[in-house]
Protein backbone atom coordinates (compact mmCIF):
# COMPACT_ATOMS: atom_id res chain seq x y z
CA UNK A 1 0.00 0.00 0.00
CA UNK A 2 2.80 1.91 0.39
CA UNK A 3 3.90 1.82 -2.41
CA UNK A 4 0.68 3.07 -4.31
CA UNK A 5 1.12 6.73 -2.18
CA UNK A 6 4.96 6.84 -3.68
CA UNK A 7 3.91 5.91 -6.95
CA UNK A 8 0.58 8.14 -6.95
CA UNK A 9 -1.75 5.94 -7.36
CA UNK A 10 -4.51 7.35 -5.16
CA UNK A 11 -7.85 5.55 -6.13
CA UNK A 12 -6.05 2.05 -6.53
CA UNK A 13 -4.35 3.02 -2.80
CA UNK A 14 -8.35 4.00 -1.66
CA UNK A 15 -9.67 0.78 -3.09
CA UNK A 16 -7.08 -1.39 -1.16
CA UNK A 17 -7.65 0.39 2.23
CA UNK A 18 -11.34 0.60 1.56
CA UNK A 19 -11.65 -3.71 0.78
CA UNK A 20 -9.59 -4.20 3.77
CA UNK A 21 -11.93 -1.94 6.11
CA UNK A 22 -15.40 -4.19 5.09
CA UNK A 23 -13.13 -7.68 5.67
CA UNK A 24 -12.36 -5.58 8.93
CA UNK A 25 -15.64 -5.11 9.86
CA UNK A 26 -16.77 -8.69 8.25
CA UNK A 27 -15.08 -10.00 11.40
CA UNK A 28 -16.48 -7.40 13.59
CA UNK A 29 -12.44 -5.79 14.16
CA UNK A 30 -14.47 -2.16 13.81
CA UNK A 31 -11.41 -0.29 15.59
CA UNK A 32 -9.33 -1.08 12.78
CA UNK A 33 -12.19 -1.04 9.83
CA UNK A 34 -12.62 2.88 11.23
CA UNK A 35 -8.96 3.39 11.35
CA UNK A 36 -8.68 2.30 7.46
CA UNK A 37 -12.19 4.10 6.59
CA UNK A 38 -10.91 7.42 8.09
CA UNK A 39 -7.63 7.10 5.88
CA UNK A 40 -9.93 6.84 3.47
CA UNK A 41 -12.51 10.14 3.97
CA UNK A 42 -8.84 11.84 4.43
CA UNK A 43 -7.65 10.53 1.07
CA UNK A 44 -11.47 11.31 -0.70
CA UNK A 45 -11.35 14.91 0.93
CA UNK A 46 -7.25 15.33 0.07
CA UNK A 47 -8.42 14.59 -3.91
CA UNK A 48 -11.50 16.43 -3.97
CA UNK A 49 -13.39 13.20 -4.26
CA UNK A 50 -17.20 13.43 -3.73
CA UNK A 51 -18.07 10.02 -4.83
CA UNK A 52 -14.98 8.19 -2.67
CA UNK A 53 -15.95 10.66 0.03
CA UNK A 54 -19.54 9.35 -0.10
CA UNK A 55 -18.47 5.66 0.54
CA UNK A 56 -16.19 6.86 3.33
CA UNK A 57 -18.78 8.39 4.75
CA UNK A 58 -21.06 5.59 4.29
CA UNK A 59 -18.67 3.32 5.28
CA UNK A 60 -18.08 5.22 8.73
CA UNK A 61 -21.64 5.33 9.60
CA UNK A 62 -22.21 1.90 9.50
CA UNK A 63 -19.24 1.23 11.21
CA UNK A 64 -20.32 3.77 13.84
CA UNK A 65 -23.78 1.92 14.20
CA UNK A 66 -22.37 -0.92 14.92
CA UNK A 67 -20.11 -0.09 17.57
CA UNK A 68 -23.30 1.55 19.00
CA UNK A 69 -22.87 5.30 18.31
CA UNK A 70 -25.79 6.02 16.82
CA UNK A 71 -25.67 9.57 16.44
CA UNK A 72 -22.50 9.78 14.43
CA UNK A 73 -23.98 7.28 12.46
CA UNK A 74 -27.05 9.27 11.77
CA UNK A 75 -24.98 12.31 11.08
CA UNK A 76 -22.24 10.25 8.78
CA UNK A 77 -24.93 8.62 6.70
CA UNK A 78 -27.18 11.76 6.14
CA UNK A 79 -23.84 13.32 4.84
CA UNK A 80 -23.43 10.48 2.61
CA UNK A 81 -26.61 10.57 1.14
CA UNK A 82 -26.82 13.84 0.81
CA UNK A 83 -23.23 13.63 -1.33
CA UNK A 84 -25.03 10.47 -3.25
CA UNK A 85 -28.07 12.76 -4.08
CA UNK A 86 -25.93 16.04 -5.11
CA UNK A 87 -23.81 13.57 -7.72
CA UNK A 88 -26.97 12.13 -9.15
CA UNK A 89 -25.71 8.54 -7.60
CA UNK A 90 -28.99 6.97 -7.44
CA UNK A 91 -27.75 3.63 -6.47
CA UNK A 92 -25.39 4.70 -3.80
CA UNK A 93 -28.87 7.17 -2.34
CA UNK A 94 -30.51 3.52 -2.63
CA UNK A 95 -28.02 1.82 -0.24
CA UNK A 96 -27.44 4.74 1.96
CA UNK A 97 -31.06 5.01 2.41
CA UNK A 98 -31.10 1.52 3.66
CA UNK A 99 -28.61 1.68 5.91
CA UNK A 100 -29.91 5.19 7.32
CA UNK A 101 -33.04 3.04 8.15
CA UNK A 102 -31.55 0.46 10.38
CA UNK A 103 -29.83 3.39 12.15
CA UNK A 104 -32.99 5.53 12.91
CA UNK A 105 -34.33 1.88 14.17
CA UNK A 106 -31.30 1.81 16.39
CA UNK A 107 -32.61 5.24 17.64
CA UNK A 108 -35.47 4.23 17.81
CA UNK A 109 -37.03 6.94 15.78
CA UNK A 110 -39.39 4.16 13.94
CA UNK A 111 -41.72 6.80 12.32
CA UNK A 112 -38.38 8.44 10.75
CA UNK A 113 -37.06 4.78 9.71
CA UNK A 114 -40.79 3.78 7.84
CA UNK A 115 -40.30 7.00 5.54
CA UNK A 116 -36.98 6.18 4.93
CA UNK A 117 -37.27 2.50 4.02
CA UNK A 118 -40.50 3.53 1.55
CA UNK A 119 -38.16 5.90 -0.04
CA UNK A 120 -35.17 3.38 -0.43
CA UNK A 121 -38.26 0.67 -1.50
CA UNK A 122 -39.44 3.22 -4.18
CA UNK A 123 -36.00 4.09 -5.70
CA UNK A 124 -34.82 0.54 -5.71
CA UNK A 125 -37.49 0.11 -7.58
CA UNK A 126 -37.23 2.27 -10.29
CA UNK A 127 -33.45 0.96 -10.28
CA UNK A 128 -34.27 -2.63 -10.51
CA UNK A 129 -31.97 -3.42 -7.81
CA UNK A 130 -32.89 -6.71 -6.50
CA UNK A 131 -30.59 -6.28 -3.44
CA UNK A 132 -31.60 -2.90 -2.45
CA UNK A 133 -35.33 -3.55 -2.69
CA UNK A 134 -34.94 -6.84 -0.49
CA UNK A 135 -33.51 -4.47 2.26
CA UNK A 136 -36.16 -1.76 2.30
CA UNK A 137 -38.75 -4.62 2.42
CA UNK A 138 -36.80 -6.09 5.74
CA UNK A 139 -36.51 -2.73 7.19
CA UNK A 140 -40.15 -2.24 6.36
CA UNK A 141 -40.83 -5.46 7.78
CA UNK A 142 -39.14 -4.64 10.71
CA UNK A 143 -41.10 -1.78 11.42
CA UNK A 144 -44.39 -3.57 10.91
CA UNK A 145 -43.47 -5.72 13.63
CA UNK A 146 -42.75 -3.44 15.96
CA UNK A 147 -46.50 -1.82 16.19
CA UNK A 148 -47.60 -5.38 16.00
CA UNK A 149 -48.73 -5.91 12.68
CA UNK A 150 -47.39 -9.68 12.29
CA UNK A 151 -48.92 -10.63 9.35
CA UNK A 152 -47.99 -7.48 7.55
CA UNK A 153 -44.53 -8.31 8.40
CA UNK A 154 -44.63 -11.48 7.12
CA UNK A 155 -45.73 -10.92 3.79
CA UNK A 156 -42.95 -8.18 3.82
CA UNK A 157 -39.96 -10.51 5.15
CA UNK A 158 -41.25 -13.54 2.49
CA UNK A 159 -40.65 -10.69 -0.56
CA UNK A 160 -37.48 -9.85 0.93
CA UNK A 161 -36.14 -13.96 1.30
CA UNK A 162 -37.71 -13.91 -2.37
CA UNK A 163 -35.54 -11.46 -3.47
CA UNK A 164 -31.95 -12.67 -1.89
CA UNK A 165 -30.06 -14.50 -4.07
CA UNK A 166 -28.59 -17.96 -2.62
CA UNK A 167 -25.04 -15.94 -3.06
CA UNK A 168 -25.85 -13.27 -0.35
CA UNK A 169 -26.40 -16.08 2.17
CA UNK A 170 -25.58 -13.53 5.06
CA UNK A 171 -28.46 -11.20 4.33
CA UNK A 172 -30.25 -14.06 2.99
CA UNK A 173 -29.70 -15.76 6.62
CA UNK A 174 -31.09 -12.58 8.36
CA UNK A 175 -34.16 -12.73 6.50
CA UNK A 176 -35.08 -15.72 7.06
CA UNK A 177 -34.22 -15.57 10.72
CA UNK A 178 -36.99 -12.94 11.30
CA UNK A 179 -39.47 -14.76 9.41
CA UNK A 180 -38.91 -17.67 11.45
CA UNK A 181 -39.61 -14.97 14.46
CA UNK A 182 -42.74 -13.44 12.50
CA UNK A 183 -43.78 -17.29 11.93
CA UNK A 184 -43.94 -18.50 15.48
CA UNK A 185 -46.10 -15.06 16.79
CA UNK A 186 -48.44 -16.01 14.05
CA UNK A 187 -48.81 -19.65 14.79
CA UNK A 188 -48.01 -20.59 11.24
CA UNK A 189 -46.81 -24.04 12.17
CA UNK A 190 -46.26 -25.84 8.81
CA UNK A 191 -44.54 -22.96 6.93
CA UNK A 192 -42.74 -22.11 10.59
CA UNK A 193 -41.38 -25.71 10.10
CA UNK A 194 -40.27 -25.21 6.34
CA UNK A 195 -38.83 -21.66 7.48
CA UNK A 196 -36.80 -23.18 10.53
CA UNK A 197 -35.15 -26.32 8.18
CA UNK A 198 -34.50 -23.77 5.36
CA UNK A 199 -32.44 -21.53 8.15
CA UNK A 200 -30.62 -24.29 9.30
CA UNK A 201 -29.47 -25.82 6.04
CA UNK A 202 -28.31 -22.39 5.16
CA UNK A 203 -26.63 -21.49 7.93
CA UNK A 204 -24.99 -24.70 8.49
CA UNK A 205 -23.97 -24.94 4.49
CA UNK A 206 -22.17 -21.10 5.45
CA UNK A 207 -21.15 -20.56 8.62
CA UNK A 208 -23.78 -18.75 9.59
CA UNK A 209 -24.85 -20.62 12.41
CA UNK A 210 -25.31 -17.46 15.01
CA UNK A 211 -27.98 -15.67 12.45
CA UNK A 212 -29.93 -19.11 12.56
CA UNK A 213 -29.33 -19.55 16.47
CA UNK A 214 -30.29 -15.76 17.21
CA UNK A 215 -34.03 -16.43 15.09
CA UNK A 216 -34.40 -19.99 16.63
CA UNK A 217 -33.88 -18.12 19.82
CA UNK A 218 -36.87 -15.42 18.95
CA UNK A 219 -38.63 -17.69 17.60
CA UNK A 220 -38.79 -19.88 20.80
CA UNK A 221 -40.25 -16.56 22.37
CA UNK A 222 -42.80 -15.78 20.53
CA UNK A 223 -43.81 -19.24 21.05
CA UNK A 224 -43.61 -18.95 24.89
CA UNK A 225 -45.97 -15.80 24.65
CA UNK A 226 -48.45 -17.98 22.98
CA UNK A 227 -48.29 -20.24 25.50
CA UNK A 228 -46.70 -23.21 23.27
CA UNK A 229 -44.17 -24.29 25.39
CA UNK A 230 -43.41 -27.42 24.12
CA UNK A 231 -42.82 -25.90 21.01
CA UNK A 232 -40.38 -23.18 22.26
CA UNK A 233 -38.88 -25.64 24.32
CA UNK A 234 -37.93 -27.22 20.66
CA UNK A 235 -36.58 -24.13 19.32
CA UNK A 236 -34.42 -23.92 21.85
CA UNK A 237 -33.07 -27.53 21.84
CA UNK A 238 -32.73 -26.84 18.19
CA UNK A 239 -30.17 -23.26 18.51
CA UNK A 240 -28.37 -24.81 21.34
CA UNK A 241 -27.87 -28.21 19.07
CA UNK A 242 -26.63 -26.16 16.13
CA UNK A 243 -24.14 -23.82 18.62
CA UNK A 244 -23.18 -26.62 20.06
CA UNK A 245 -21.84 -28.74 16.86
CA UNK A 246 -21.13 -25.86 15.05
CA UNK A 247 -18.49 -24.91 18.40
CA UNK A 248 -17.31 -28.15 18.28
CA UNK A 249 -16.85 -29.54 14.93
CA UNK A 250 -13.70 -27.76 13.47
CA UNK A 251 -11.78 -27.67 15.91
CA UNK A 252 -9.22 -29.79 17.36
CA UNK A 253 -9.64 -30.83 20.83
CA UNK A 254 -7.28 -33.64 22.56
CA UNK A 255 -9.22 -34.29 25.70
CA UNK A 256 -12.08 -34.64 26.86
CA UNK A 257 -11.41 -31.33 29.39
CA UNK A 258 -10.92 -29.34 26.24
CA UNK A 259 -13.72 -30.93 24.18
CA UNK A 260 -16.17 -29.54 27.27
CA UNK A 261 -14.78 -26.47 27.60
CA UNK A 262 -15.19 -25.93 23.66
CA UNK A 263 -19.01 -27.21 24.14
CA UNK A 264 -19.41 -24.69 27.22
CA UNK A 265 -18.31 -22.00 25.39
CA UNK A 266 -20.21 -22.65 22.09
CA UNK A 267 -23.73 -22.89 24.02
CA UNK A 268 -23.05 -19.56 26.23
CA UNK A 269 -25.39 -17.51 23.63
CA UNK A 270 -28.13 -19.78 22.86
CA UNK A 271 -28.47 -20.31 26.97
CA UNK A 272 -28.20 -17.10 27.44
CA UNK A 273 -31.06 -16.12 25.60
CA UNK A 274 -33.40 -19.17 26.73
CA UNK A 275 -32.55 -17.61 30.43
CA UNK A 276 -33.30 -14.42 29.50
CA UNK A 277 -36.73 -15.28 28.65
CA UNK A 278 -37.09 -18.55 31.27
CA UNK A 279 -36.61 -15.85 34.09
CA UNK A 280 -39.32 -13.34 32.77
CA UNK A 281 -41.48 -16.61 33.49
CA UNK A 282 -43.03 -17.67 36.80
CA UNK A 283 -40.21 -19.64 38.50
CA UNK A 284 -41.95 -23.00 38.68
CA UNK A 285 -42.89 -22.59 34.60
CA UNK A 286 -39.07 -21.57 34.20
CA UNK A 287 -37.62 -24.38 35.79
CA UNK A 288 -40.23 -27.05 33.71
CA UNK A 289 -38.89 -24.92 30.69
CA UNK A 290 -35.12 -25.58 31.33
CA UNK A 291 -36.04 -29.44 31.94
CA UNK A 292 -37.51 -29.65 28.66
CA UNK A 293 -35.19 -28.07 27.21
CA UNK A 294 -32.56 -30.12 28.30
CA UNK A 295 -34.30 -33.10 27.78
CA UNK A 296 -34.89 -32.59 24.48
CA UNK A 297 -31.38 -31.85 23.49
CA UNK A 298 -30.50 -35.05 25.11
CA UNK A 299 -32.91 -36.35 22.65
CA UNK A 300 -30.30 -34.76 19.62
CA UNK A 301 -27.28 -35.33 21.45
CA UNK A 302 -26.14 -37.81 24.21
CA UNK A 303 -24.76 -36.05 26.96
CA UNK A 304 -26.19 -31.94 25.68
CA UNK A 305 -28.50 -32.34 27.83
CA UNK A 306 -26.50 -32.98 30.93
CA UNK A 307 -24.09 -29.79 29.86
CA UNK A 308 -27.19 -27.83 29.31
CA UNK A 309 -28.34 -28.49 32.73
CA UNK A 310 -25.69 -27.70 34.50
CA UNK A 311 -25.24 -24.23 32.56
CA UNK A 312 -28.85 -22.92 33.19
CA UNK A 313 -28.93 -24.23 36.67
CA UNK A 314 -25.78 -22.13 37.50
CA UNK A 315 -26.94 -18.88 35.55
CA UNK A 316 -29.94 -19.52 36.88
CA UNK A 317 -29.30 -19.64 40.54
CA UNK A 318 -27.02 -16.69 40.33
CA UNK A 319 -29.57 -14.25 38.47
CA UNK A 320 -32.30 -15.72 40.94
CA UNK A 321 -29.41 -14.35 43.80
CA UNK A 322 -28.99 -11.25 42.57
CA UNK A 323 -33.45 -10.31 42.68
CA UNK A 324 -33.41 -11.51 45.79
CA UNK A 325 -30.39 -9.19 47.17
CA UNK A 326 -31.68 -6.44 48.99
CA UNK A 327 -30.42 -3.16 47.21
CA UNK A 328 -27.89 -1.35 48.81
CA UNK A 329 -28.34 2.76 49.77
Known amino acids: ?62 TDRHEGRIQPALQRLRKALELARALGDADA ?47 LARTAMHRERPAEAARLYRRAVDLRGEQDHRHLAENLASLVEVLAALGREQELERGMQRLIDLAQANGDEEVAVDGLTRAAWQLLRRDEQKEAASCYATAIVLAGVSGTSDQEHPTAEATAKALAEALIEPVSHLLRDGEALERARADALYALVADKADGHAEGLGEAVRILVEEAAQVSREETAAPSRE
Open 93 to 139: EAFTLGNLGIALVDADRWDDADDTYQRALTLARSLGEREHEATALAG
Open 1 to 62: MRSYERLGEHELLYRSVNDRAIAYSDLERYQEARRDLTRCLRLARRRDDRAMEQQALANLGE
